[in-house]
């Protein structure tokens, strides 16, 4: 293995026991121990991947597919713990995006010469 796999193998235990990890876990544990936050969130989340899947189509969405994700949307959001799942999501996520920049930097500083 070489010594930028090692780093990245480091990096990923890293992310896993980060407080941001862990949180998301919790909050995800929290919404699949109850079976009708559950089926909430696992309808949301074929709702979204169905139309994610159909953009990368170029399948064109439908007006009324699109009114029927935003109503999948506000009864998530108004879901405590699926509300709470979708922050620690995206805190999660912006911690990844903070390192993809940082990762990235040497190709940034190569075209900026």
């Known amino acids: 293995m070489s010594a930028i796999t090692n780093?990245?193998?480091a990096l990923q235990q890293a992310i896993r026991e980060s407080e941001e990890f862990q949180a998301l876990q919790a909050a995800y544990q929290q919404v699949m121990d109850d079976p009708s936050s559950k089926q909430m969130f696992d309808n949301f989340?074929?709702?979204q991947i169905e139309l994610q899947q159909?953009?990368?189509q170029g399948i064109e969405?439908?007006?009324?597919e699109i009114e029927q994700a935003k109503k999948v949307v506000e009864l998530v959001q108004q879901h405590e713990g699926i509300s709470n799942l979708m922050t620690q999501e995206q805190n999660v996520n912006?911690?990844?995006n903070?390192?993809?920049?940082?990762?990235t930097k040497p190709l940034e500083e190569l075209y900026q010469m």
């Open 7 to 9: 780093h990245a193998e």
């Open 45 to 47: 989340r074929s709702v």
């Open 54 to 56: 159909k953009q990368m």
């Open 61 to 64: 969405i439908t007006e009324e």
């Open 94 to 96: 912006n911690l990844i």
């Open 98 to 103: 903070e390192l993809s920049q940082i990762i």
